[in-house]
């Protein structure tokens, strides 16, 4: 069954409890679908820490999100203060109105107008707010001070009943109700340390300085009959009403794909096993000046020149300075930013708190709905403890792998010989490089490494890491006699072995010209030999062949001296010599 559907139409889940949602970003993940509906709910903060806000955007996003129209009754503004204040945050309460869907009612109360005749009650209040709630058919309620309806009266034992019978009363007609209050003494969440027991919610907002660098909090500190986050939630009041950052509670839900994207470093590539998982996170991490920003905006690069939007935050730059020192390496980021592929966008750290970058991270995505993005550099925010800086990069991560998002990180390592980054979320991530810087021979030279890669059959193996005018690039890094050498050393080294190779090769030349020499020596040799045996086998078989003959001719001879002496005929010596 689909919850989200459940908690936007208000019906009951998980503990029973219908919720309302606010409409507050991340507030409703906070508290797993909004406000109980139908009960009260106070809000407790100090002066300036966004409880009327709180309350008036409950309203404004009830009436137009959630057609429910609402009250607000406050005790300390004017109705026309009230509309003034807001406006600067997008909400026109004049229009919701005029449209029949608020009613703003401020009343006002002092002490010296308050006449005890016997028990003190707020009838005149309630039915001044069920007037102005049957007007528009209210359904949410929001009462703004509570402590200044019950200052006045200077009895607890007062404040405690009419507080009672008037959350009985919201309750009784079905109101969602806000009521804000000032934060009490010391162990108190009120001033009176009574409403949040009566309160079936209670929400802590606070406003705190540290290290001149403001920062507000939020916290459920009570929700009767539902589960919802303990912890201390960071939130902002922007241009668009509130923004609560339930980091704690995101859960890891994002998908994955085998898809994988090329880093525009074919060696680097290949080094990954194919390039980076498509919505992975890489690190790239290493001491001042060893490449992380260079590598980073290749990335980056890269991912444009495919056609894919990308977005690229620095920290330490402004967007002209980091657009120009690329061009000195070959990357024209400028082509991309024309091409509105690409958005380069630069902020000191410490201009703005932690939640602060966030949810101007956050809007950017929205902006831009890039594919890659690369955050350069992720320690730098220093507003805050290096709990708070870790806890601030950790909610980045997650916001970007929600979205499917490629992220790229770059970090500062101040010891080269401690495989860790300044900000420690290496855990997170899913390819963590790092690049190393490494003196021999007079000179600093940088070494890539792979320190892991998630799903990827990665390479163990060091590369040499250059910055050339066609951008960073990965060599193959020689051992000679003393070890893995780099730079110079390895090019005197490559220089020297292309000699050798030279030379060998020469000498191979010469030996194969001097057996080309022998072999045509010795063809002719054979040559000669050959005539010689064939001359001797002619003159041989010429003797044969007279021998031959001189055989059959005295055979001949033989044979008719032998036929002469059988006819009895007597041959002469000399008839027979004449014969012959």
């Given at each position: 069954?689909?919850?989200?559907?459940?908690?936007?139409?208000?019906?009951?889940?998980?503990?029973?409890?219908?919720?309302?949602?606010?409409?507050i970003?991340?507030?409703?993940?906070?508290?797993?679908?909004?406000?109980?509906?139908?009960?009260?709910?106070?809000?407790?903060?100090?002066?300036?820490?966004?409880?009327?806000?709180?309350?008036?955007?409950?309203?404004?996003?009830?009436?137009?999100?959630?057609?429910?129209?609402?009250?607000?009754?406050?005790?300390?503004?004017s109705?026309?203060?009230?509309?003034?204040?807001?406006?600067?945050?997008?909400?026109?309460?004049?229009?919701?109105?005029?449209?029949?869907l608020l009613?703003?009612d401020?009343?006002?109360?002092?002490?010296?107008?308050?006449?005890?005749?016997?028990a003190?009650?707020?009838?005149?209040?309630?039915?001044?707010?069920?007037?102005?709630?049957?007007?528009?058919?209210?359904?949410?309620?929001?009462?703004?001070?509570?402590?200044?309806?019950?200052?006045?009266?200077?009895?607890?034992?007062?404040?405690?009943?009419?507080?009672?019978?008037?959350?009985?009363?919201?309750?009784?007609?079905?109101?969602?109700?806000?009521?804000?209050?000032?934060?009490?003494?010391?162990?108190?969440?009120?001033?009176?340390g009574?409403?949040?027991?009566?309160?079936?919610?209670?929400?802590?907002l606070?406003?705190?300085?540290?290290?001149?660098?403001?920062?507000?909090?939020?916290?459920?500190?009570?929700?009767?009959?539902?589960?919802?986050?303990?912890n201390?939630?960071?939130?902002?009041?922007?241009?668009?009403?509130?923004?609560?950052?339930?980091?704690?509670?995101?859960?890891?839900?994002?998908?994955?794909?085998?898809?994988r994207?090329?880093?525009?470093?074919?060696?680097?590539?290949?080094?990954?096993?194919?390039?980076?998982?498509?919505?992975?996170?890489?690190?790239?991490?290493?001491?001042?000046?060893?490449?992380?920003?260079?590598?980073?905006?290749?990335?980056?690069?890269?991912?444009?020149?495919?056609?894919?939007?990308?977005?690229?935050?620095?920290?330490?730059?402004?967007?002209?300075?980091?657009?120009?020192?690329?061009?000195?390496?070959?990357?024209?980021?400028n082509?991309?930013?024309?091409?509105?592929?690409?958005?380069?966008?630069?902020?000191?750290?410490?201009?703005?708190?932690?939640?602060?970058?966030?949810?101007?991270?956050?809007?950017?995505?929205?902006?831009?709905?890039?594919?890659?993005?690369?955050?350069?550099?992720?320690?730098?925010?220093?507003?805050?403890?290096?709990y708070?800086?870790?806890?601030?990069?950790?909610?980045?991560?997650?916001?970007?792998?929600?979205?499917?998002?490629?992220?790229?990180?770059?970090?500062?390592?101040?010891?080269?010989?401690?495989?860790?980054?300044?900000?420690?979320?290496?855990?997170?991530?899913?390819?963590?490089?790092?690049?190393?810087?490494?003196?021999?021979?007079?000179?600093?030279?940088?070494?890539?490494?792979?320190?892991?890669?998630?799903?990827?059959?990665?390479?163990n193996?060091?590369?040499?890491?250059?910055?050339?005018?066609?951008?960073?690039?990965?060599?193959?890094?020689?051992?000679?006699?003393?070890?893995?050498?780099?730079?110079?050393?390895?090019?005197?080294?490559?220089?020297?072995?292309?000699?050798?190779?030279?030379?060998?090769?020469?000498?191979?030349?010469?030996?194969?010209?001097?057996?080309?020499?022998?072999?045509?020596?010795?063809?002719?040799?054979?040559?000669?030999?050959?005539?010689?045996?064939?001359?001797?086998?002619?003159?041989?078989?010429?003797?044969?062949?007279?021998?031959?003959?001189h055989?059959?001719?005295?055979?001949?001879?033989?044979?008719?001296?032998?036929?002469?002496?059988?006819?009895?005929?007597?041959?002469?010596?000399?008839?027979?010599?004449?014969?012959?």
């Amino acid at each position: 069954m689909d919850t989200s559907t459940m908690r936007g139409s208000g019906s009951r889940f998980r503990g029973g409890v219908a919720k309302a949602p606010t409409g507050i970003r991340g507030f409703d993940q906070v508290t797993d679908g909004g406000l109980p509906r139908g009960r009260p709910t106070l809000v407790t903060g100090a002066s300036g820490s966004g409880k009327t806000l709180f309350g008036i955007e409950f309203l404004v996003r009830g009436a137009r999100e959630f057609a429910e129209p609402g009250v607000l009754m406050t005790f300390e503004e004017s109705a026309t203060d009230v509309v003034e204040n807001v406006a600067s945050l997008g909400f026109d309460l004049a229009q919701l109105e005029e449209d029949g869907l608020l009613v703003v009612d401020a009343v006002h109360v002092d002490s010296a107008e308050i006449v005890a005749a016997g028990a003190f009650d707020l009838d005149g209040v309630f039915i001044r707010l069920a007037s102005a709630v049957d007007e528009v058919g209210a359904k949410r309620v929001v009462l703004d001070t509570i402590e200044v309806l019950f200052g006045v009266l200077g009895n607890e034992a007062i404040v405690r009943g009419e507080l009672g019978r008037l959350f009985g009363w919201l309750k009784d007609r079905g109101l969602t109700a806000v009521v804000t209050g000032e934060r009490g003494k010391e162990g108190q969440l009120t001033r009176f340390g009574i409403e949040e027991y009566v309160s079936d919610c209670v929400i802590v907002l606070d406003h705190r300085v540290s290290e001149e660098i403001s920062t507000r909090r939020l916290r459920v500190a009570k929700y009767r009959g539902s589960e919802h986050g303990t912890n201390e939630y960071p939130f902002l009041i922007t241009n668009k009403g509130l923004t609560v950052l339930p980091i704690t509670s995101v859960g890891l839900s994002y998908g994955a794909t085998s898809e994988r994207f090329s880093t525009g470093m074919p060696q680097l590539d290949q080094m990954l096993g194919g390039g980076v998982f498509r919505g992975t996170t890489v690190m790239v991490t290493g001491g001042a000046g060893t490449g992380k920003t260079t590598l980073a905006a290749q990335m980056v690069d890269a991912a444009c020149g495919r056609g894919e939007r990308a977005l690229l935050v620095s920290f330490e730059e402004s967007p002209q300075q980091l657009i120009r020192n690329m061009g000195s390496v070959g990357l024209d980021l400028n082509r991309w930013v024309e091409a509105e592929l690409l958005q380069v966008w630069s902020e000191r750290a410490t201009s703005f708190g932690l939640e602060s970058h966030l949810v101007r991270l956050e809007q950017l995505l929205d902006d831009t709905e890039p594919t890659v993005v690369a955050l350069d550099a992720m320690a730098s925010p220093r507003a805050g403890s290096a709990y708070e800086v870790t806890a601030a990069v950790t909610r980045e991560l997650d916001l970007i792998k929600a979205r499917g998002i490629t992220g790229i990180l770059t970090g500062l390592t101040h010891d080269v010989e401690v495989e860790a980054s300044t900000v420690a979320v290496s855990s997170l991530v899913d390819t963590w490089l790092l690049v190393r810087n490494v003196e021999s021979d007079g000179e600093r030279n940088r070494l890539l490494f792979v320190i892991k890669s998630r799903g990827s059959e990665h390479s163990n193996q060091v590369r040499e890491f250059v910055l050339t005018r066609h951008g960073a690039q990965l060599v193959e890094v020689d051992a000679g006699p003393q070890g893995v050498v780099t730079g110079s050393a390895r090019v005197a080294l490559e220089t020297g072995r292309r000699e050798a190779q030279v030379r060998r090769h020469e000498d191979l030349a010469q030996r194969r010209a001097e057996l080309s020499r022998r072999s045509a020596e010795v063809d002719a040799q054979i040559a000669a030999l050959r005539t010689q045996f064939e001359q001797e086998t002619t003159a041989l078989e010429r003797e044969i062949a007279q021998e031959s003959h001189h055989d059959e001719q005295g055979t001949k001879a033989r044979r008719e001296l032998s036929e002469a002496r059988t006819d009895g005929a007597t041959v002469q010596p000399d008839q027979l010599e004449a014969q012959r």
